[in-house]
């Protein structure tokens, strides 16, 4: 059976002068301005849990909590010891190298800070955030594939978009990056988006939030079964991935948050 043969996409999307617009970081850009018009509407439903300029304010903590919590998670997570050696590449994020995991920890804080500061329900503002964050996971996924990374494990000869990747060997691979950003991206959105369209669960403060933690947990140790484990790391305990092993804690915090969540007062 005939055999795809990744495109050769050139992984910078833009050069103008000095500049240059990578298509990871345009990922990045364009699901930060539409999880934040996203987020505005959200948070304006009711029960509403901020302000418009509130939203536009955390825009900027968002971004850092991101970048930050992604590059230190990669890491912490993946290859510290790599990074202690050699300490100045941990600043070398055009090198590639994030980790959702640690994005979310970074989040995490951020939320917690910024709505400490400004007296907002943390769990109201994580749960309208939670409807936004797939947007995030599908199109960096996209820009996975773009860059021809993260590729899969090897295919089965029957699979009609089994591929070759350039990096991967001659061995044709599953396309797993558009596994995942189907199925963390838009699958979890629209079964996100949906969830959030109900009144009784957005007024149950942390629902929505733990809902996102399980379906994203779910959706990243599926997809884990068809990507290829990162080389430095192989196989761990019980032949999971580092991937899947990092999912548990979100399962397990997100089964907490739905089951601890109590309705708030709707208004009449």
């Known amino acids: ?12 999307l833009l050069h103008v002068g000095p500049l240059v617009i990578r298509w990871y970081a345009l990922a990045y850009i364009v699901s930060l301005v539409l999880g934040w018009r996203l987020m505005r509407r959200l948070a304006q439903l009711s029960p509403v849990v901020a302000t418009p300029l509130q939203v536009d304010d955390f825009l900027t903590w968002a971004t850092l909590g991101v970048v930050l919590g992604g590059r230190l998670g990669y890491v912490l997570f993946y290859q510290p010891f790599h990074y202690f050696s050699d300490p100045g590449a941990v600043v070398a994020v055009w090198q590639g190298g994030m980790s959702f995991h640690g994005g979310a920890l970074g989040v995490t804080i ?19 955030i939670a ?27 029957w699979l009609p978009w089994a591929m070759i990747f350039p990096n991967g060997g001659p061995i044709p691979r599953h396309p797993s990056q558009i596994y995942q950003a189907l199925l963390e991206g838009l699958v979890l959105f629209a079964v996100m ?20 933690l ?6 990243r140790i599926i997809g884990e079964f068809f990507r290829e484990p990162d080389a430095f790391l192989g196989f ?14 979100m399962l397990v915090a997100g089964a907490w948050l739905i089951w601890r969540s109590r309705p708030q007062e709707l208004p009449a």
């Open 110 to 128: 951020a939320i917690l800070w910024y709505t400490w500061r400004h007296r907002i329900p943390v769990l109201g503002f994580a749960d309208r």
């Open 193 to 212: 988006y949906a969830l959030s369209r109900r009144p009784a669960l957005r007024a149950r403060f942390g629902w929505l939030t733990g809902a996102f």
């Open 1 to 12: 059976m005939p055999v795809l043969i990744f495109p050769s996409f050139d992984p910078v």
């Open 236 to 249: 761990l305990a019980f032949g999971a991935t580092m991937g899947q092993l990092l999912s548990i804690p």
């Open 214 to 219: 399980v379906g994203y947990g779910i959706a």
């Open 131 to 157: 409807v936004c964050a797939p947007i995030g996971l599908g199109l960096g996924r996209i820009a996975n594939f773009i860059n021809g990374e993260l590729w899969g494990r090897p295919a089965p000869a």
